[in-house]
C-alpha cells in the first residue's frame, strides 16, 4: 500500500516504506508506506482494532516493525492514551521537560552570537541558530504551557504527583505540555476524549496553525472537518490495504469512501454470479457424460469412450477459462440495515410513550418542576457537561434508576431499545465462566426481555439481518470481540425488541466514522421515537433541528 501525502517544501518529518507489523496469527500492518511533510495533518480512522493505535506506536518508535523502515526527521512530540509514569513523577516534571529544548536553543543561539567571528563568521549557522530559536518562540514557552493547562483545565499545582492524577488529568497535562513544545513532529492519540467544549477549540486553533507534521487517530468527525489535510482510513479496502484519503473536508472523504465501497459491492456481486454460472455449467457438463453423449449399448464402444473423454477434456476447458478470468473478491464490509421500527403499540390510547415530571436522584440529577415527556415518533437531544446528569436521565426515563422525588408514566405496551455507555457486550459473564458467543448472547438477551414481558415474539429483530456484525464475528466469544464490534453488538441489543423508543447514550462511543453517519440517517428517519444523550460535535450539529434539553453543568 501506499499512502503518500505530497511533500511540501522543506524537511520531510516522517517516512514510513513497507512497514508490517503483527502479532502472532494476526497481521496489523502490511506494507504500509506513509509520508508526512510540515504543514501535513493527517487523521488515522477506522473500527476499533483496525490497527490506528498500532500504527502510532510504530511511527513514534514505541513499537518496531517486522520489516521495513521509519525515519524520523526533527523533533517529535508524542501523546498517547494513557502515560507510564514513575512514582516520583509530577505535574512539574513535565512542564521542566517542555522547557527543556527551548531553553537549549536559547542557549544554542547565545552560544553562536557570542563565538560569532563578524569578518569570517559562519553566517548559514547563525541563522540556523536564530531560525530554530522563532520557530520554538523559546522566549514564550512558559507561558504557553500555563496557557495551555489553564484552556484544557488540567491540573496546574507543579507538586501533584502524576500518579494521583486520573487518566484524564495525566492526558490533559501530557498535551498542554506537547503543544506549548512546537516538535516538529506532533503524533495524537484520540485527543479531544477527555476534553470540554472550551479545551477542544483550543487544541483545534493550536493544530491549524501547527507548522510541523500532524498524525492523529480520531473518531472526531469534526475534528477532521476542522483540522485534517489528508484521511488515512485503516478499515480494509477492496484490495485488503488501508487507502489514503487527500481530502482536506469529512465530507469529500467520506463520499470518495462511499463511492469505493459501491464498486466493492458491485465488483462482489458481478464475481459471486460468475462464481454461480460456474457452477451450474460445471453441473451441466459433466451431467452429458451419462445423457448426451451416451449410444446405445453394445454399439459403437471405442466411439462412446472417445466421446467421452473429448467432452470431459471441452468442459475442464471451459471451467479453466471461467476460472482464468475470475477475480478473488473479498467480502465487503455490511453496511447498516436499521428495522423498520413502530411508533405506537397496539391499542395506543394517546399522550405520551414516556413521561418523568419533576425528576430527582440524589447527586445525580434535579429538575424541579420539569417535565420530560416522548410522543410518538417524537425526538429529544440531551446535552450537558460530563457529571450534569445526561445518563441519569436516561435510565430514569426508562427505569433504569428509582426517582427519590418526581412521578414516571409509561404508556401500556411500550418497548424500548436502550443504549447504554456498558451495555451487554460489555459486561462479564455472570457465572464467571467462558464468555458466551454473541449469537448466544443476543438469544439471552431476548429470553430474558421476553421473561420480563419487554418483548413481542412476533417482531423480534434478528442480528445476522442488521449488517452490524459478520456472521463469523457472531460465532465469536464476545470477549474476543473488539471494543468497537461490543459497541456494534450493544447497538443489536438495543434494536432486538424492535422498541417504539430508543434511548440512546453517547451513541457515536466506539463507533467507526462511516457507522456514525449510517446510524445519524438511520435516527433522523425512523418511526420510533428517538432521545439521544451525547457530547459529539458533530451528533449534536446532525441533530440541531430537534428538541433540545442542555442540562447544563
Same mark, same amino acid.
Given at each position: @500500500?501506499?499512502? =503518500?501525502?505530497?511533500?511540501?517544501?522543506?524537511?520531510?518529518?516522517?517516512?514510513?516504506? =513497507?512497514?508490517?507489523?503483527?502479532?502472532?496469527?494476526?497481521?496489523?500492518? /502490511?506494507?504500509?508506506?506513509?509520508?508526512?511533510?510540515?504543514?501535513?495533518?493527517?487523521?488515522?480512522?477506522?473500527?476499533?482494532?483496525?490497527?490506528?493505535?498500532?500504527?502510532?506506536?510504530?511511527?513514534?518508535?514505541?513499537?518496531?516493525?517486522? %520489516? &521495513?523502515?521509519?525515519?524520523?526527521?526533527?523533533?517529535?512530540?508524542?501523546?498517547?492514551?494513557?502515560? =507510564?509514569?514513575?512514582?516520583?513523577?509530577?505535574?512539574?516534571?513535565?512542564?521542566?521537560?517542555?522547557?527543556?529544548?527551548?531553553?537549549?536553543?536559547?542557549?544554542?543561539?547565545?552560544?553562536?552570537?557570542?563565538?560569532?567571528?563578524?569578518?569570517?563568521?559562519?553566517?548559514?549557522?547563525?541563522?540556523?541558530?536564530?531560525?530554530?530559536?522563532?520557530?520554538?518562540?523559546?522566549?514564550?514557552?512558559?507561558?504557553?504551557?500555563?496557557?495551555?493547562?489553564?484552556?484544557?483545565? =488540567?491540573?496546574?499545582?507543579?507538586?501533584?504527583?502524576?500518579? %494521583?492524577?486520573?487518566?484524564?488529568?495525566?492526558?490533559?497535562?501530557?498535551?498542554?505540555?506537547?503543544?506549548?513544545?512546537?516538535?516538529?513532529?506532533?503524533?495524537?492519540?484520540?485527543?479531544?476524549?477527555?476534553?470540554? $467544549?472550551?479545551?477542544?477549540?483550543? +487544541?483545534?486553533?493550536?493544530?491549524?496553525?501547527?507548522?510541523?507534521?500532524?498524525?492523529?487517530?480520531?473518531?472526531?468527525?469534526?475534528?477532521?472537518? /476542522?483540522?485534517?489535510?489528508?484521511?488515512?482510513?485503516?478499515?480494509?479496502? @477492496?484490495?485488503?490495504?488501508? !487507502?489514503?484519503?487527500?481530502?482536506?473536508?469529512?465530507?469529500?472523504?467520506?463520499?470518495?469512501?462511499?463511492?469505493?465501497?459501491?464498486?466493492?459491492?458491485?465488483?462482489?456481486?458481478?464475481?459471486?454470479?460468475?462464481?454461480?454460472?460456474?457452477?451450474?455449467?460445471?453441473?451441466?457438463?459433466?451431467?452429458?457424460?451419462?445423457?448426451?453423449?451416451?449410444?446405445?449399448? #453394445?454399439?459403437?464402444?471405442?466411439?462412446?469412450?472417445?466421446?467421452?473423454?473429448?467432452?470431459?477434456?471441452?468442459?475442464?476447458?471451459?471451467?479453466?477459462?471461467? $476460472?482464468?478470468?475470475?477475480?478473488?473478491?473479498?467480502?465487503?464490509?455490511?453496511? +447498516?440495515?436499521?428495522?423498520?421500527?413502530?411508533? *405506537?403499540?397496539?391499542?395506543?390510547?394517546?399522550?405520551?410513550?414516556? %413521561?418523568?415530571?419533576?425528576?430527582?436522584?440524589?447527586?445525580?440529577?434535579?429538575?424541579?418542576?420539569?417535565?420530560?415527556?416522548?410522543?410518538?415518533?417524537?425526538?429529544?437531544? !440531551?446535552?450537558?457537561?460530563? #457529571?450534569?446528569?445526561?445518563?441519569?436521565?436516561?435510565?430514569?426515563? !426508562?427505569?433504569? *434508576?428509582?426517582?427519590?422525588?418526581?412521578?414516571?408514566? !409509561?404508556?401500556?405496551?411500550?418497548?424500548? &431499545?436502550?443504549?447504554?455507555?456498558? #451495555?451487554?457486550?460489555?459486561?462479564?459473564?455472570?457465572?464467571?465462566?467462558?464468555?458466551?458467543?454473541?449469537?448466544?448472547?443476543?438469544?439471552?438477551?431476548?429470553?430474558?426481555? +421476553?421473561?420480563?414481558?419487554?418483548?413481542?415474539?412476533?417482531?423480534?429483530?434478528?442480528?445476522?439481518?442488521?449488517?452490524?456484525?459478520?456472521?463469523?464475528?457472531? $460465532?465469536?466469544?464476545?470477549?474476543?470481540?473488539?471494543?468497537?464490534?461490543?459497541?456494534?453488538?450493544?447497538?443489536?441489543?438495543?434494536?432486538?425488541?424492535?422498541?417504539?423508543?430508543?434511548?440512546?447514550?453517547?451513541?457515536?462511543?466506539?463507533?467507526?466514522?462511516?457507522?456514525?453517519?449510517?446510524?445519524?440517517?438511520?435516527?433522523?428517519?425512523?418511526?420510533?421515537? *428517538? *432521545?439521544?444523550?451525547?457530547?459529539?460535535?458533530?451528533?449534536?450539529?446532525?441533530?440541531?433541528?430537534?428538541?433540545?434539553?442542555?442540562?447544563?453543568?
Amino acid at each position: @500500500m501506499s499512502a =503518500a501525502v505530497s511533500p511540501r517544501p522543506g524537511d520531510v518529518q516522517l517516512v514510513a516504506q =513497507a512497514v508490517t507489523f503483527g502479532y502472532p496469527g494476526r497481521r496489523i500492518l /502490511d506494507r504500509l508506506d506513509l509520508t508526512v511533510a510540515p504543514g501535513d495533518r493527517v487523521g488515522l480512522v477506522g473500527e476499533n482494532g483496525a490497527g490506528k493505535t498500532t500504527l502510532l506506536g510504530v511511527l513514534a518508535g514505541r513499537l518496531h516493525p517486522q %520489516e &521495513g523502515t521509519v525515519r524520523r526527521h526533527g523533533t517529535l512530540a508524542v501523546v498517547e492514551q494513557d502515560l =507510564a509514569v514513575a512514582d516520583e513523577d509530577t505535574v512539574g516534571t513535565l512542564i521542566d521537560a517542555t522547557a527543556d529544548a527551548a531553553r537549549a536553543a536559547a542557549a544554542d543561539l547565545q552560544a553562536v552570537i557570542d563565538a560569532f567571528d563578524h569578518d569570517g563568521g559562519d553566517v548559514a549557522a547563525l541563522s540556523a541558530s536564530i531560525a530554530r530559536y522563532e520557530h520554538l518562540a523559546a522566549w514564550d514557552v512558559d507561558r504557553r504551557v500555563d496557557e495551555g493547562l489553564s484552556r484544557l483545565q =488540567a491540573p496546574r499545582d507543579r507538586d501533584r504527583r502524576l500518579a %494521583e492524577l486520573s487518566v484524564g488529568e495525566r492526558y490533559r497535562v501530557r498535551l498542554a505540555c506537547r503543544l506549548a513544545e512546537r516538535a516538529d513532529l506532533l503524533l495524537l492519540d484520540e485527543p479531544t476524549n477527555h476534553l470540554d $467544549e472550551g479545551g477542544v477549540a483550543h +487544541l483545534t486553533a493550536q493544530l491549524r496553525a501547527w507548522t510541523g507534521g500532524l498524525v492523529i487517530v480520531t473518531h472526531d468527525r469534526r475534528l477532521l472537518d /476542522d483540522v485534517m489535510t489528508a484521511v488515512l482510513d485503516m478499515d480494509p479496502s @477492496m484490495d485488503g490495504r488501508p !487507502v489514503l484519503y487527500g481530502a482536506a473536508r469529512y465530507a469529500d472523504y467520506r463520499f470518495a469512501r462511499d463511492q469505493m465501497l459501491r464498486r466493492w459491492r458491485a465488483r462482489y456481486r458481478a464475481e459471486r454470479k460468475r462464481a454461480r454460472v460456474l457452477a451450474e455449467r460445471l453441473d451441466a457438463s459433466y451431467e452429458g457424460l451419462s445423457d448426451e453423449w451416451r449410444p446405445p449399448k #453394445g454399439s459403437q464402444k471405442h466411439r462412446r469412450g472417445t466421446r467421452a473423454r473429448q467432452h470431459v477434456k471441452a468442459a475442464d476447458r471451459l471451467i479453466e477459462r471461467l $476460472e482464468a478470468q475470475a477475480v478473488d473478491v473479498p467480502v465487503p464490509p455490511p453496511a +447498516l440495515h436499521f428495522p423498520d421500527l413502530p411508533s *405506537v403499540p397496539p391499542g395506543y390510547p394517546g399522550g405520551p410513550l414516556l %413521561e418523568v415530571r419533576g425528576p430527582r436522584v440524589a447527586a445525580r440529577l434535579d429538575l424541579p418542576g420539569r417535565r420530560v415527556d416522548v410522543m410518538p415518533a417524537g425526538r429529544l437531544l !440531551v446535552t450537558g457537561a460530563n #457529571g450534569a446528569g445526561k445518563s441519569t436521565l436516561l435510565a430514569a426515563l !426508562v427505569g433504569g *434508576v428509582g426517582l427519590d422525588r418526581g412521578t414516571r408514566t !409509561v404508556a401500556p405496551g411500550v418497548r424500548w &431499545g436502550v443504549l447504554a455507555q456498558e #451495555g451487554p457486550g460489555e459486561r462479564a459473564p455472570a457465572s464467571g465462566g467462558p464468555s458466551p458467543t454473541a449469537f448466544d448472547a443476543y438469544a439471552r438477551h431476548a429470553l430474558d426481555l +421476553l421473561d420480563a414481558g419487554a418483548l413481542d415474539p412476533d417482531a423480534l429483530v434478528p442480528v445476522a439481518a442488521l449488517g452490524l456484525l459478520s456472521e463469523a464475528d457472531l $460465532e465469536r466469544p464476545l470477549s474476543e470481540l473488539s471494543i468497537g464490534q461490543r459497541r456494534r453488538f450493544d447497538l443489536a441489543c438495543a434494536l432486538l425488541a424492535a422498541p417504539h423508543v430508543l434511548v440512546l447514550d453517547e451513541p457515536t462511543n466506539h463507533l467507526s466514522v462511516g457507522l456514525v453517519d449510517e446510524l445519524t440517517a438511520a435516527l433522523r428517519a425512523t418511526s420510533a421515537a *428517538v *432521545v439521544v444523550a451525547t457530547h459529539d460535535r458533530q451528533l449534536r450539529a446532525d441533530l440541531a433541528d430537534w428538541p433540545h434539553l442542555d442540562l447544563g453543568g
